[in-house]
């Protein structure tokens, strides 16, 4: 499967932001999906992450209750809904499929896209 985040950007601390990631090129609904973070000089850190049918979620702490998965099935597109956003969320964001459930550990993911820069300025 391919993938491709998109709808990063910069905006200022309390603001919001989605991400989107399209998947093409195998059956969307056989893959959990997940959303990491990489800032610069960091390790790449769970955000949030979805099972194939969207129903069942988590989040990483430091983004609960700001941040919201969601999937559509039929546009074989995840999403990361983004507010209250500070200026530590600052980060490239990548989207990964993990053939199976949602999982929290990166090395349960084998498919990558490209990372989106999300910048949040104080």
């Known amino acids: 499967v391919q993938l491709q985040a998109s709808g990063g950007g910069l905006v200022q601390a309390g603001g919001s932001l989605r991400l989107s990631c399209a998947a093409s090129?195998?059956?969307?609904?056989?893959?959990?999906m997940g959303w990491f973070r990489q800032a610069p000089g960091k390790e790449r850190d769970f955000v949030a992450s979805?099972?194939?049918?969207?129903?069942?979620?988590y989040y990483s702490d430091t983004v609960k209750g700001r941040f919201t998965i969601s999937r559509d099935n039929a546009k074989n597109t995840v999403y990361l809904e983004m507010n209250s956003l500070k200026p530590e969320d600052t980060a490239v964001y990548y989207c990964a499929a993990s053939v199976g459930g949602a999982y929290s550990d990166r090395a349960r993911y084998a498919y990558w896209g490209l990372g989106t820069q999300v910048t949040v300025s104080s």
């Open positions: 979805t099972d194939w049918s969207g129903g069942i979620t």
């Open positions: 090129g195998r059956t969307f609904t056989r893959y959990g």
